[in-house]
């Protein structure tokens, strides 16, 4: 089926023209409550690199932060570069993490941005890339 909604956008040449996309984003719900790390109802800005696994999403936490995800880091940045908080490998972090185990923010960066994992792991294997 991927196949044919690429085929249809004008196929892999044309998504290779492309080295990005970007939405905007609301994240919440119960399970952000859950770990200790409730969001609030404010669009985002999601950016998603096509061609390698790297997101980006601002604001977060402040007007002037976001985040930036590789499957080696996760990190809170000012938009200037300088460094709020990260974590190298990330996935690792979540080992023996329970139901009730409360995220710390480069936690909640972590989880929020497996939607882009997702569409990059189906875009990848169909070019036999292998990732994380």
Request: hydrophobic letters at 35%; a positive charge; glycine letters at 8%.
């Amino acid at each position: 089926m991927l196949v044919k909604i690429i085929d249809a956008h004008g196929g892999m040449d044309r998504w290779h023209r492309y080295e990005k996309v970007e939405a905007t984003i609301v994240s919440g719900g119960g399970f952000f409550a859950l770990k200790g790390a409730p969001q609030d109802a404010n669009p985002r800005r999601m950016t998603v690199w096509l061609h390698e696994e790297r997101s980006s999403v601002s604001p977060y936490g402040a007007p002037d932060q976001r985040t930036m995800f590789t499957p080696e880091r996760i990190a809170i940045e000012k938009l200037d570069g300088t460094m709020v908080a990260e974590r190298y490998a990330p996935r690792d972090s979540f080992a023996g993490h329970q139901m009730n185990t409360p995220w710390d923010p480069p936690a909640s960066c972590s989880f929020q941005r497996r939607g882009h994992n997702l569409s990059h792991h189906s875009l990848s294997a169909r070019n036999g890339w292998r990732s994380c």
